[in-house]
């Protein structure tokens, strides 16, 4: 049972543990994630971004080369030297050769240089520095034909130069053509006559890497065809498109999440590390969390002193063994301790505790497997096991626990004897519940109790009215101590041969009880297990001593029960009524029954040697009832012994009790004891009696126990007698 609450909560912790580990997990995969996802957002986003520039930065690339070819048209072709040169009827071909031929291999900014006629006819050509011989201009492409097309009147009112992308027959080029004329005034012509100066350059790979280095493209290149999606379209005047530039995309995106990884590695792996070390704290505190809430039940379920499982573990277990699937018969076993209040008194609470812790182990050494013994507080224990032969099991435990205890116990120096009253009950969780079950073995125990110690009582329903009876009865004991329902009698106790009242014995009565008088052995013995004869004999000692008190020729003798010897204020408490009645010590006797003597010698020896320091007698009631000898009971020094009147009754018919009681009698005397026969009913029994040596008598012979108006009447008369 405990080792199953234990599990419960180490499975929770461990369950919790797995929950956490999951969601650490979780955190790290979706710190990742978000990582990436955002660092490959954001470099789509840069290289988006870059590739518009970049497009952006070729078509400004491809209109810078067209503007470098238009502004060599105008340099060359607003220029008044060339319009000398051209305009004159015989073209100068060595000016035009050293002019626009030669430059070609010493600047490279342009590759083939044409004069054309108002017809757009070929005058002189030049192409990489060589002769251009072919007339007809289709060599220069169709981009040239469509800006001529387009703007030919421009071109020929000289009002504007134009420039483009063409396809000639050595591959794509910009292509710039413009009116020869003066750069100021009119040009001196006055029919058709024009001349137009054209000027290309082609597109290679050399300054293509020039384009690309100005406007930092990478790797710019041309093709006939689009194959690549970073490319642009060249077009020609009328938009056809002659080819292509493309340039590798520098995708400074991914260069900078290239860049930026090593740090985001990084930082996944310090978030990794902190939500592990997380895991890691939480499970252990997780754990440590479960083994201090198990350390906690266990001191909960545990007895402090003996180390066995508490009530409350008993309690457990047994609604544990009652879950509706547990139909199981279960037997409780009530241990209660005889005589257990005696070692704490008289030897102290350590050998109480120490004495507990050893019959804590001496118990555990013998229950049955499967059962469970538990201290339920003071000096009571309980047993509980379940199964078909539970109640078979138990009885026999009891037995060897009875067996264990009646044997003395040896602490250090000391020998203490000990015994235990025990109940049995059993029953299966149809027919009664777990606190039934517990109340059936306590009645049982409470049974053994009364009825002597030392003993086993299975419950049963007899068992049950019997404690509901007794229960009864303390109520009314209670009630009627406050009712003032009880009286005090008193019963002559005379001289054997002069037959004067020496001595009066008080016994209680009560016969204001509504529901009825009760003769003191019915209701005393329960006042002493209920506990109600502290406050009862309280009574009777108080009422008697003062009844007493004026009649001071009379001593008085009290009973008291063994649980009122047992109460270490009882001196006290005797010294303190007798200066409330003004009552003489010397006056009172105080009569114990050998019972309690032998349970408690030592206790009773205290007592003893208290009360006959305040001055009073003890006397030993019930002798020859009990075993003790008289040898044995002589170390408790008391005065006097009464012969119960069971025995006595018997010396005129029974020889052995005759010789037994004037035995008895002289060793008490023998002893400087003084010896009282009970129970003298009749003339016979008082010679017998007074013959055997009994100083004093007490009978229906002498008189009945009688209320103190009668004894004050009675005593009179043996005044006026005497
Ligand atoms: P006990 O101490 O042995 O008291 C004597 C009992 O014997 C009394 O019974 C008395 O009435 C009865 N008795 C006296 N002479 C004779 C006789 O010649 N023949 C017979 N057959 N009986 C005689 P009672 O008053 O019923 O008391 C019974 C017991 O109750 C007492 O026995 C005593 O143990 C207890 N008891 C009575 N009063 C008190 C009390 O105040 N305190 C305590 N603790 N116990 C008391
Ligand atoms: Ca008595
Ligand atoms: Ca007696």
């Given at each position: 049972?405990?080792?199953?609450?234990?599990?419960?909560?180490?499975?929770?912790?461990?369950?919790?543990?797995?929950?956490?580990?999951?969601?650490?997990?979780g955190l790290v995969v979706s710190i990742v994630a978000l990582l990436y996802l955002s660092l490959h957002l954001i470099s789509s986003k840069t290289n988006e971004i870059d590739e518009r520039r970049t497009t952006l930065a070729v078509q400004g690339a491809i209109q810078s080369s067209v503007n470098r070819v238009l502004s060599l048209v105008i340099d060359n072709a607003i220029w008044n030297d060339a319009v000398r040169k051209i305009y004159s009827p015989v073209l100068d071909n060595a000016w035009l050769y050293e002019t626009w031929a030669g430059s070609y291999k010493v600047n490279n900014l342009y590759d083939g240089t044409f004069v054309l006629d108002q017809n757009f006819k070929l005058l002189w050509g030049s192409f990489r520095s060589k002769p251009f011989t072919d007339t007809n201009i289709r060599f220069l492409g169709d981009g040239l034909q469509s800006i001529i097309r387009l703007h030919g009147d421009e071109l020929k009112s000289g009002k504007?130069?134009?420039?483009?992308?063409?396809?000639?027959?050595?591959?794509?080029?910009?292509?710039?053509?413009?009116?020869?004329?003066?750069?100021?005034?009119?040009?001196?012509?006055?029919?058709?006559?024009?001349?137009?100066?054209?000027?290309?350059?082609?597109?290679?790979?050399?300054?293509?890497?020039?384009?690309?280095?100005?406007?930092?493209?990478?790797?710019?290149?041309?093709?006939?065809?689009?194959?690549?999606?970073f490319s642009v379209p060249l077009r020609t005047a009328n938009g056809a498109v002659v080819g292509y530039l493309n340039w590798r995309p520098r995708l400074p995106g991914a260069e900078a999440a290239g860049a930026a990884s090593a740090d985001i590695r990084h930082i996944v792996l310090l978030a990794a590390g902190l939500i592990v070390l997380f895991i890691l704290f939480s499970g252990v505190g997780l754990f440590r969390l479960a083994r201090n809430e198990k350390y906690?039940?266990?001191?909960?379920?545990?007895?402090?002193?003996?180390?066995?499982?508490?009530?409350?573990?008993?309690?457990?277990?047994?609604?544990?063994?009652?879950?509706?699937?547990?139909?199981?018969?279960?037997?409780?076993?009530?241990?209660?301790?005889?005589?257990?209040?005696?070692?704490?008194?008289?030897h102290g609470h350590d050998v109480g505790d120490e004495l507990i812790i050893h019959i804590a182990h001496t118990l555990q050494a013998i229950v049955p497997p499967g059962g469970m013994l538990a201290r339920l507080g003071g000096d009571e224990f309980a047993m509980t096991l379940e199964g078909e032969y539970s109640e078979a099991q138990a009885s026999a435990f009891a037995g060897r626990v009875l067996e264990r205890l009646n044997a003395p116990v040896r602490l250090g120096d000391r020998t203490i004897y000990i015994g235990a009253s025990i109940g049995i009950a059993s029953g299966s969780p149809a027919d009664c519940l777990r606190s039934e079950l517990f109340r059936r073995a306590d009645i049982a125990m409470y049974h053994s109790k009364i009825t002597g110690k030392g003993r086993i009582t299975h419950y049963d329903a007899e068992l049950n009215s019997a404690r509901e009876y007794q229960l009864m009865i303390e109520n009314d004991i209670r009630l009627g101590l406050e009712n003032d329902e009880f009286d005090v009698w008193y019963q002559p106790i005379v001289d054997a041969r002069t037959q004067t009242t020496i001595i009066v014995e008080a016994l209680v009565r009560w016969p204001r009880r509504p529901k009825g008088e009760l003769k003191p052995d019915e209701f005393i013995g329960i006042a002493e297990t209920g506990g109600l004869i502290y406050s009862l004999g309280q009574f009777v000692l108080r009422r008697a001593c003062q009844d007493l008190q004026p009649l001071n020729d009379l001593r008085l003798s009290v009973n008291i029960s063994p649980a009122q010897f047992r109460d270490p204020g009882f001196e006290e408490k005797v010294a303190g009524v007798l200066i409330a009645s003004r009552f003489p010590a010397s006056r009172l006797q105080l009569e114990v029954t050998e019972t309690y003597v032998l349970e408690n010698p030592e206790r009773a020896r205290t007592a003893i040697l208290n009360l006959k320091t305040l001055g009073t007698t003890v006397a030993l009631d019930d002798f020859g009832t009990g075993y003790s000898s008289l040898g044995y009971l002589r170390r408790f020094s008391f005065d006097t012994v009464k012969i119960d009147k069971s025995l006595a009754g018997l010396v005129t018919e029974d020889e052995q009790a005759a010789a037994l009681v004037s035995g008895a009698i002289r060793v008490a005397s023998a002893l400087g004891m003084t010896v009282i026969a009970e129970g003298v009913e009749t003339e016979k029994q008082l010679t017998m009696l007074r013959l055997a040596g009994c100083d004093l008598l007490q009978g229906f012979y002498f008189s009945e126990p009688v209320p103190i108006a009668s004894l004050l009447q009675l005593h009179q008369q043996q005044g006026q007698e005497g």
């Amino acid at each position: 049972m405990l080792n199953s609450l234990k599990w419960r909560n180490i499975t929770t912790a461990r369950t919790l543990f797995v929950m956490i580990l999951i969601a650490g997990t979780g955190l790290v995969v979706s710190i990742v994630a978000l990582l990436y996802l955002s660092l490959h957002l954001i470099s789509s986003k840069t290289n988006e971004i870059d590739e518009r520039r970049t497009t952006l930065a070729v078509q400004g690339a491809i209109q810078s080369s067209v503007n470098r070819v238009l502004s060599l048209v105008i340099d060359n072709a607003i220029w008044n030297d060339a319009v000398r040169k051209i305009y004159s009827p015989v073209l100068d071909n060595a000016w035009l050769y050293e002019t626009w031929a030669g430059s070609y291999k010493v600047n490279n900014l342009y590759d083939g240089t044409f004069v054309l006629d108002q017809n757009f006819k070929l005058l002189w050509g030049s192409f990489r520095s060589k002769p251009f011989t072919d007339t007809n201009i289709r060599f220069l492409g169709d981009g040239l034909q469509s800006i001529i097309r387009l703007h030919g009147d421009e071109l020929k009112s000289g009002k504007n130069i134009y420039a483009g992308i063409t396809k000639t027959g050595a591959g794509v080029a910009i292509v710039g053509i413009g009116l020869i004329r003066p750069m100021t005034g009119r040009l001196q012509v006055y029919d058709n006559t024009r001349r137009y100066l054209v000027i290309t350059r082609h597109i290679n790979a050399a300054n293509l890497k020039e384009l690309g280095n100005i406007f930092q493209i990478n790797n710019l290149n041309m093709t006939a065809g689009k194959n690549s999606s970073f490319s642009v379209p060249l077009r020609t005047a009328n938009g056809a498109v002659v080819g292509y530039l493309n340039w590798r995309p520098r995708l400074p995106g991914a260069e900078a999440a290239g860049a930026a990884s090593a740090d985001i590695r990084h930082i996944v792996l310090l978030a990794a590390g902190l939500i592990v070390l997380f895991i890691l704290f939480s499970g252990v505190g997780l754990f440590r969390l479960a083994r201090n809430e198990k350390y906690a039940r266990d001191i909960a379920l545990t007895d402090w002193l003996s180390r066995l499982p508490n009530r409350r573990a008993l309690i457990e277990r047994l609604e544990d063994a009652q879950n509706p699937d547990n139909n199981e018969i279960k037997t409780v076993v009530f241990i209660d301790l005889d005589g257990f209040k005696d070692v704490n008194d008289v030897h102290g609470h350590d050998v109480g505790d120490e004495l507990i812790i050893h019959i804590a182990h001496t118990l555990q050494a013998i229950v049955p497997p499967g059962g469970m013994l538990a201290r339920l507080g003071g000096d009571e224990f309980a047993m509980t096991l379940e199964g078909e032969y539970s109640e078979a099991q138990a009885s026999a435990f009891a037995g060897r626990v009875l067996e264990r205890l009646n044997a003395p116990v040896r602490l250090g120096d000391r020998t203490i004897y000990i015994g235990a009253s025990i109940g049995i009950a059993s029953g299966s969780p149809a027919d009664c519940l777990r606190s039934e079950l517990f109340r059936r073995a306590d009645i049982a125990m409470y049974h053994s109790k009364i009825t002597g110690k030392g003993r086993i009582t299975h419950y049963d329903a007899e068992l049950n009215s019997a404690r509901e009876y007794q229960l009864m009865i303390e109520n009314d004991i209670r009630l009627g101590l406050e009712n003032d329902e009880f009286d005090v009698w008193y019963q002559p106790i005379v001289d054997a041969r002069t037959q004067t009242t020496i001595i009066v014995e008080a016994l209680v009565r009560w016969p204001r009880r509504p529901k009825g008088e009760l003769k003191p052995d019915e209701f005393i013995g329960i006042a002493e297990t209920g506990g109600l004869i502290y406050s009862l004999g309280q009574f009777v000692l108080r009422r008697a001593c003062q009844d007493l008190q004026p009649l001071n020729d009379l001593r008085l003798s009290v009973n008291i029960s063994p649980a009122q010897f047992r109460d270490p204020g009882f001196e006290e408490k005797v010294a303190g009524v007798l200066i409330a009645s003004r009552f003489p010590a010397s006056r009172l006797q105080l009569e114990v029954t050998e019972t309690y003597v032998l349970e408690n010698p030592e206790r009773a020896r205290t007592a003893i040697l208290n009360l006959k320091t305040l001055g009073t007698t003890v006397a030993l009631d019930d002798f020859g009832t009990g075993y003790s000898s008289l040898g044995y009971l002589r170390r408790f020094s008391f005065d006097t012994v009464k012969i119960d009147k069971s025995l006595a009754g018997l010396v005129t018919e029974d020889e052995q009790a005759a010789a037994l009681v004037s035995g008895a009698i002289r060793v008490a005397s023998a002893l400087g004891m003084t010896v009282i026969a009970e129970g003298v009913e009749t003339e016979k029994q008082l010679t017998m009696l007074r013959l055997a040596g009994c100083d004093l008598l007490q009978g229906f012979y002498f008189s009945e126990p009688v209320p103190i108006a009668s004894l004050l009447q009675l005593h009179q008369q043996q005044g006026q007698e005497g």
